[in-house]
C-alpha cells in the first residue's frame, strides 16, 4: 500500500483541523445524512480522550461521531480522488454526503475509498463513526460487558486486557490524494545484497490499474542522480558500489516508477527504499553480515494531550534522545505506529522491530511457574479467543503498508500471549507461516514472551528465529531482590541458549516502576537509585552471553495506562517521564550504550 505523496502526476489534500466531534449516548439515533447535532470540536489527528475537560468524553466506552467539510477544487474532479485514513481507532464506519462509504476494524493500520461517486459540486460533509470497544475478537484484546436499565438504556465497559490506556479517536493523518484514472496501484522493492562485492540486485514490482504502454523505473541515489534503469512490472535493476543502509547511518535510495502512454506520462511514484541484508546465523543476528546488537526500547505512541494521537515533534524528539544515547532501535509496542514515524526510521537508521496489535492474548495472569511445567498445561486462553481473523487481517495490513521498510528488521507477531498453554501452537503457527509468505523481504519473525513461557514451559518457541523476552527478575518477581534477580536472569538465558543454540536472544522488555524525584539511601524499588542497579544488574549478565544480541528496555518513558492498584497515573518503568525528562538511570544506560558498537558487539 502506497504512501500518499505529492508527485508530478498526484496530488495531496490534509483533512487535518478542527472537526466537530460528539460522543453517542444511545438515547436517540444518530443521522448521518444530517449535520452532526454538536458544536463541540476537536482536533484531528489525536486521540479525543485528553483534549476536553470532560471526564465522560475522557472515559467514554462506546460509539463516537466526527464531522468535517471539504471542497475540492474543480481542475482536480476528473482525477481518481482518495480518502485515506491513517488509521481510525478502533473500527470506523465512513460517510459522504450522507451515504455509507466504507468500514474498516482494527485501529492501527490505514485503509482508503475512492470517493468521486459520492462527491458534490460545492461543499462535501465527511462524517465518520467511531467505536473504541475491544473485545475477545479483537486485537488488542477487550474484555467487553454491557448491561440495559430500566429505561432502556445501555452502559458499556470495556476492562482492557493490556497495560495501555484506550486512547481511541482519528489518531493519524487523514488525507484525501488523487490519482489519474489509470494509475500505479503499489509497489514493492526486494533488495539482494552481494555483500562481497558491494553490489545489489533491486527487484521493483510493480502494480497496476488501467492501461499503460510502458513502465519506467529509475533508481536514484541519495543525491537524486539515476544510477540504474529497467522496465516493465517486473524489473531488475543492478547496483554496484552500493550505499548500505546501516543502523544510526541510513542511505535511502528512490525507485521512481513512471507509467507512460502514447509517450505521455501517465503517473508517476517515488517509493524510497534502503539497501540492507537481514539474516539470523548461529545464534546471531546479522545486518550487513555483521552481528547486530539492539540497544533500545519498548515504546507507546503515548504523550500529554495528542494521547495515542500523531505526535511529530515527539517522534523527532525521541529519536534525537535515542541516538544521543546511544540507542539504535525500538519495537513499536503494542501496534504499528504511524507511518510517518517508520518514515522517520528509514531516514534516521533506526532499527524497528514491528509489531502487530496482538496484545492481551492470555486469559489470566499467574507467575506460579510451578503449576505450568506439565506437557499438557491448558489455561482457557485458546478456547476463549476468537482472534484468528483479525490477527490475520493485521498481518496482511502491517506487511502492505511496512513492507518496503528499510527500518524494519522483524515482524513481532504477539506481545505476551499465552504460548505456554496447550493450543498456542495450533494458533500461532498458520499466523507465522502467513507472515512468511507475504513478507517479500523475508524478515526475521518472533513474539515477545511473557515470564511464565520459559524454555521448559513455552510450546512455540520453534515458530520464531529470535527469542524475545520480556521479563521482570527484582520487580514483578522477587521484587527488589537484585542478587536473586542476577541469578535467575543468567540462569534462564543460559538454559535458552543450551536449549536452541541457533537461535539469538535479547530482552524486548526488562524495567521498574520508578517516580522521577524519588531518592533513596537504600536503593528502594521506585528510587531513581533502584531502577539504576537494577539495569546494571541485567546488563553485566548480557554481556555474559554470547547469544544475546540485544537490550530493548521497558520503557523509554512513562505512559498512561488503565487504573489499578499498581498504577499511580500510568506506567512509571520509562527511564525518562512522560514530558521527555531523563531519570537517573538514562546518564548509566547512555555510558554503556555508547560505548557499544551496533555491529561486531557479539562474535559470529
Ligand atoms: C508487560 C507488558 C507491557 C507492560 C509491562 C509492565 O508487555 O505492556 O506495560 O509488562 O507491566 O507485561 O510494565
Known amino acids: 500500500m502506497l504512501y500518499p505523496i505529492t508527485t508530478a502526476s498526484r496530488t495531496l489534500l490534509d483533512l487535518s483541523g478542527l472537526w466537530k466531534f460528539m460522543i453517542d449516548r444511545e438515547v436517540q439515533p444518530i443521522d448521518p445524512k444530517q449535520p452532526l447535532p454538536t458544536e463541540t470540536v476537536i482536533s484531528v489527528p489525536a486521540s479525543f480522550n485528553d483534549q476536553t475537560a470532560s471526564q465522560e468524553i475522557r472515559e467514554h466506552v462506546g460509539y463516537v461521531w466526527y464531522e ?27 460517510y459522504l454526503n450522507g451515504q455509507k462509504i466504507t468500514h474498516h476494524k482494527g485501529g492501527f493500520t490505514p485503509f482508503e475509498v475512492v470517493i468521486n461517486d459520492y462527491l458534490n459540486d460545492d461543499n462535501n460533509r465527511l462524517t465518520v463513526k467511531l467505536s473504541n470497544m475491544l473485545d475477545k475478537t479483537t486485537l488488542p484484546v477487550g474484555n467487553y460487558s454491557e448491561s440495559t436499565d430500566e429505561n432502556g438504556h445501555i452502559t458499556r465497559r470495556l476492562d482492557e486486557n493490556f497495560d495501555f490506556f484506550n486512547y481511541a479517536g482519528l489518531q493519524r493523518p487523514v488525507k484525501i490524494y488523487s490519482t489519474p484514472q489509470d494509475y500505479i496501484q503499489d509497489i514493492t522493492v526486494v533488495p539482494e545484497v552481494d555483500l562481497a562485492h558491494s553490489s545489489a540486485t533491486v527487484r521493483v514490482n510493480t502494480q497496476v490499474a488501467g492501461h499503460f504502454d510502458q513502465l519506467k523505473v529509475t533508481l536514484l541515489d541519495q543525491a537524486g542522480q539515476s544510477v540504474a534503469e529497467a522496465s516493465g512490472t517486473t524489473a531488475d535493476l543492478t547496483l554496484a558500489n552500493v550505499h548500505l543502509w546501516q543502523p544510526l547511518h541510513a542511505y535511502l535510495y528512490t525507485a521512481k516508477v513512471t507509467g507512460f502512454r502514447n509517450n505521455e506520462i501517465v503517473d508517476t511514484y517515488s517509493e524510497l527504499f534502503g539497501i540492507r541484508k537481514i539474516e539470523v546465523k548461529a545464534g546471531q543476528f546479522l545486518i550487513n553480515g555483521q552481528p547486530f546488537y539492539f540497544k533500545g526500547f519498548g515504546k507507546h505512541e503515548d504523550t500529554y494531550v495528542h494521547g495515542r494521537g500523531f505526535n511529530e515533534p515527539v517522534n523527532v524528539l525521541d529519536l534525537s534522545l535515542m541516538k544521543s544515547m546511544g ?6 509496542s503494542h501496534y504499528p505506529y504511524s507511518e510517518e514515524m517508520m518514515r522517520l526510521c528509514d531516514r534516521e537508521g533506526i532499527v524497528v522491530i514491528d509489531e502487530t496489535p496482538a496484545v492481551g492474548l492470555i486469559d489470566s495472569f499467574n507467575f506460579d511457574l510451578s503449576v505450568l511445567e506439565s506437557d499438557d498445561f491448558e489455561d482457557g486462553t485458546w478456547k476463549t479467543m476468537k482472534t484468528a481473523a483479525a490477527h490475520q487481517q493485521v498481518i496482511r495490513e502491517i506487511m502492505a503498508r511496512d513492507k518496503n521498510h528499510a527500518c524494519v528488521v522483524m515482524w513481532s507477531i504477539a506481545n505476551e500471549a499465552a504460548t505456554y498453554s496447550k493450543g498456542a501452537h495450533d494458533y500461532f503457527k498458520p499466523l507465522f507461516d502467513l507472515a512468511r509468505k507475504l513478507d517479500p523481504q523475508k524478515r526475521p519473525c518472533t513474539y515477545t514472551s511473557i515470564m511464565m513461557a520459559n524454555p521448559r514451559t513455552d510450546k512455540c518457541v520453534d515458530l520464531v528465529d529470535v527469542i524475545a523476552l520480556n521479563r521482570y527478575y527484582g520487580w514483578y518477581v522477587g521484587n527488589g531482590d537484585l542478587k536473586a534477580a542476577e541469578k535467575a536472569t543468567r540462569d534462564e538465558l543460559l538454559a535458552y541458549q543450551a536449549k536452541f543454540p541457533d537461535k539469538p536472544i535479547m530482552y524486548t522488555e526488562y524495567g521498574a516502576d520508578t517516580v522521577a524525584g524519588l531518592h533513596s539511601n537504600y536503593d528502594e524499588p521506585f528510587s531513581e537509585e533502584f531502577q539504576e542497579d537494577y539495569y546494571r544488574m541485567a546488563s553485566k549478565v ?8 540485544g537490550e530493548q528496555l521497558w520503557n523509554f518513558a512513562d505512559f498512561q495506562t488503565k487504573f489499578g492498584i499498581q498504577r499511580v497515573q500510568g506506567n512509571k518503568k520509562g527511564i525518562f517521564t512522560r514530558a521527555r525528562e531523563p531519570k537517573m538511570a538514562v546518564r548509566y544506560l547512555k555510558d554503556r550504550w555508547v560505548r557499544i558498537p551496533s555491529l561486531g558487539y557479539k562474535k559470529l
Not at 73 to 86: E, I, K, S
Not at 542 to 549: A, G, Q, R, S
Request: charged share 20%; glycine share 2%; net charge positive.
Open 542 to 549: 548480557f554481556d555474559e552471553v554470547p547469544h544475546f544480541v
Open 327 to 332: 540507542a539504535n532501535s525500538f519495537r513499536t
Open 68 to 94: 468535517t467539510n471539504f471542497r475540492i477544487a474543480n481542475p482536480l474532479r476528473d482525477q481518481r480522488l482518495v480518502l485515506r485514513f491513517g488509521s481510525a481507532t478502533h473500527e470506523a464506519w465512513v
